[in-house]
């Protein structure tokens, strides 16, 4: 069996050709296996936050209707005027939650971390080896 140095060009060609390839596979199913690892995790908050918001939507109409009777009963204003100022209010605290939220879902906490650091390495073994 000849010695590394000794190997021809088409042996050298057809190995590269071969690592490359399995390095391709074992980098493609490793960001496979953490997309599919933060899906997961996206799905079940999602339904967490969907259960939990369908549950405290009546229980906040139901104090809003409180707060519209209390401004009618204690300091004396129509219904209708009562109505509209809480509901000024409510859209007021909902515009900003809403952009509270569109802050913290950033498409870099998305980004699959132990891929682009092992694509790193592999590039910086590729260039040490062609030196």
Do not use: Y
């Amino acid at each position: 069996m000849p010695s590394d140095n000794a190997r021809g060009l088409p042996d050298l060609v057809g190995s590269l050709l071969e690592q490359t390839t399995t390095l391709l596979r074992q980098e493609i199913q490793l960001a496979r296996a953490e997309f599919s690892e933060k899906l997961g995790r996206v799905v079940q908050a999602a339904v967490a936050i969907g259960l939990a918001a369908a549950m405290l939507l009546a229980a906040v109409v139901i104090l809003l209707q409180a707060v519209v009777a209390a401004l009618v009963d204690k300091a004396g204003l129509q219904p209708w005027l009562a109505g509209v100022i809480v509901g000024v209010v409510v859209a007021l605290i909902a515009w900003l939650m809403l952009r509270s939220g569109q802050a913290r879902l950033r498409a870099a906490s998305l980004v699959p971390e132990r891929t682009t650091t092992q694509l790193s390495r592999d590039a910086s073994l590729a260039k040490e080896a062609v030196r």
